[in-house]
């Protein structure tokens, strides 16, 4: 079974960055589009930022240019380096396969505030 541990989460003031780790089993984040998502107090879960297979990304437009998805194929991780948080970024962050997800991780709490 496929499981996803994410970590690296914090409070952070505005303006402030942090990067966050998944690690997957299975060595699975070379075979499958993995992302990160992002819950919202009271909100959805959303989709900020993917990375194919081949290295490929793409990223909601609230996130462009200030979040980088990235992975570390011998590590068998997975990560998300994000800069000038705001507090609209606060959330629960998740990583797992998209578009079809396998069960969720318990996330890692990022929250920006001054």
């Known amino acids: 079974q496929v499981q996803f541990v994410e970590s690296g989460g914090g409070l952070v003031q505005p303006g402030g960055s942090l990067r966050l780790s998944c690690a997957a089993s299975?060595?699975?984040?070379?075979?499958?589009?993995t992302g990160w998502f992002r819950q919202a107090p009271g909100k959805e879960r959303e989709l900020v930022a993917i990375?194919?297979?081949?290295?490929?990304?793409n990223y909601t437009d609230s996130v462009k240019g200030r979040f980088t998805i990235s992975r570390d194929n011998a590590k068998n991780t997975l990560y998300l380096q994000m800069s000038g948080l705001n507090v609209e970024d606060t959330g629960v962050y998740f990583c797992?396969?998209?578009?079809?997800?396998?069960?969720w991780g318990q996330g890692t709490q990022v929250t920006v505030s001054s």
């Open positions: 299975g060595g699975i984040l070379t075979r499958i589009t």
């Open positions: 797992n396969r998209s578009p079809f997800v396998y069960p």
């Open positions: 990375i194919g297979r081949g290295g490929n990304t």
